[in-house]
């Protein structure tokens, strides 16, 4: 494994770490002093979870098994005593690509060299250039999605949620185990990126871990299935911040998440004509990744 990492300032991975000093990125271990609700994918509330339930160690990764509707809420609340909170803004959509096209889509993204990441993470980046404090783009070396998120588009047009998402920006994140990998709480950018969040989940499940900074001491956590598509919209997107934990990452896992343009650059907005180039080569599905040529000289054989 590659000895170098991409950390930089407060953000560290096991590569850089000094093992006998862990930093806070380590401690992700469940705390008595913060209540931790598991979001159910078929009722849309988070229940909190009782001192026996998704016991870490044991890779649990939510309390609610995809069975039946009617029978997974039900066994939520058998004494009809338990606390929950409504979680609105998730939808999820489990196996959403085959075992045969999550082999095909991978073996297409590893054709490409990752660049290191902060926190343990490599990534590929198909998008513009982005300065976020300065609120600039360069779409000089943007040449559209890649080729094999054409298919994957083609498919989420089809979910109601997501019927006129138009993607502008795709990214994969690669999570490792023995990196340490891990994100922590952040918004994803609202000047640029738009209303839904929309994740492929790949080669293994983890937890997206979702905190508030007006409701202390207080996780919940979203189910990210193994080949699953997670959508994230409305106070999930807007009013709650979003990690992984490094100790949810059991094996290596690719997130392949696209973004929508903000309102700012759609019709009507003050740079619509902005969005409309970007959304003109985005879509072309014909696009290599930033800065691609410069990780081969890195990336690992």
Known sequence: MDKTCGCKGIRSCILCENQETPTNQQDCLKSDCVDTYDFCCHCGKAWLQTSTESDKGEGNLSNCKLITTQQCCESHDERGTRKFIHFPGIQIYCDFISETEEKTVCDKIYETPFCLSQSGRRKQDYGPKVNFKKKKLKLAE????????????????????????????????????????????????????????????????????????????????????????????????????????????????????????????????????EGHNLLDIALTFNGTAIGSHKASEHSEP
């Open 142 to 273: 943007f040449t559209g999605l890649p080729e094999f998120s054409k298919d994957i588009y083609d498919r989420m047009k089809m979910i109601d949620v997501l019927s006129d998402f138009k993607p502008v920006e795709l990214c994969n994140l690669e999570y490792s185990s023995e990196r340490g990998a891990s994100i922590d709480p952040h918004f994803d950018d609202f000047w640029l990126w738009g209303e839904r969040l929309v994740t492929l989940n790949l080669l293994s499940e983890s937890v997206l871990c979702f905190t508030n900074d007006d409701i202390p001491r207080t996780e919940v956590h979203v189910p990210m299935y193994q080949r699953s598509l997670l959508v994230v919209y409305g106070p999930a997107r807007n009013k709650w911040k979003h990690a992984i934990h490094r100790c949810d990452i059991k094996d290596k896992r690719i997130a392949v998440t696209l973004r929508e343009l903000s309102d700012e650059f759609q019709r009507g907005g003050s740079r619509e004509k």
